[in-house]
């Protein structure tokens, strides 16, 4: 069954430096998106992406974060600058959505992002 | 905007007893709701969704959830729980055009032998 991977699946980082976390969605799927979860927190969103554009942005993905699909199949979130509080899991996720059809979001196992 | 409640942090069943977790929404308007689980280590895992065709929907593993507007509820429901279902479970409702979904605070479910 196809699915989403995300790598690392662990990344430990010193505070100000910059981090990439890679995804590869599902192949046919055209809507990319980055949630987190912070330790103890809701799964919160941060990004959606189509059409080689983000649509949409939460409060939290400030000038410090990009999002990039280098190529046909890689998905990309950056934290230029990390801060201690940037410690989190980070999910990628990707839709086929077609109007109302397909409409859900997978999943990949997530990136534990550290921030020491 | 849209939001999802759950109502309990923790619940805790013995094996081959039903299963009950509960959410409620608020959308204004007509809502997209989604469960979805998540084992120890493993990412979210979708269980089952509504989309405004049958108000009760059956997901994978025996799962199950019954929209009901006039109660703004998306239970999950499972007759009898395995010790494999232990996890935590989220309801998730999605905004008009699908650009973000909005993640209850998640149920972890313990089940006991």
């Known amino acids: 069954e196809p699915e989403v991977t995300q790598t690392p699946s662990h990344q430990v980082t010193q505070m100000g430096q910059e981090v990439i976390l890679r995804c590869v969605p599902i192949?046919?799927?055209?809507?990319f998106y980055w949630y987190r979860q912070i330790l103890g927190q809701k799964v919160e969103f941060l990004v959606s992406?189509?059409?080689?554009?983000?649509?949409?942005k939460s409060e939290i993905f400030d000038d410090q974060f990009s999002v990039e699909r280098p190529d046909g199949s890689n998905f990309t979130l950056k934290i230029r600058s990390t801060k201690l509080e940037d410690s989190a899991m980070y999910f990628c996720?990707?839709?086929?959505?077609?109007?109302?059809?397909?409409?859900?979001?997978?999943f990949g196992q997530g990136t534990r992002l550290t921030v020491v | 905007a849209q939001s999802v409640t759950q109502l309990d942090s923790h619940v805790s069943v013995s094996e081959g007893t039903p299963v009950l977790l509960r959410c409620n929404y608020s959308s204004s308007y007509s809502p997209s709701l989604f469960w979805y689980v998540q084992h120890p280590n493993k990412g979210l895992q979708l269980l089952l969704k509504?989309?405004?065709?049958?108000?009760l929907v059956k997901g994978i593993n025996g799962f199950e959830a019954e929209f009901k507007k006039s109660e703004t509820s998306f239970h999950l429901t499972k007759p009898s729980a395995h010790m494999s279902d232990a996890a935590e479970y989220f309801c998730v409702v999605s905004d008009y055009n699908f650009n973000k979904f909005y993640f209850g605070s998640g149920t972890k479910l313990n089940v006991k032998p």
């Open positions: 992406f189509y059409n080689n554009e983000i649509s949409e």
């Open positions: 996720a990707s839709s086929e959505r077609q109007g109302l059809e397909n409409t859900e979001a997978f």
């Open positions: 509504y989309t405004s065709a049958a108000t």
């Open positions: 192949s046919n799927h055209l809507y």
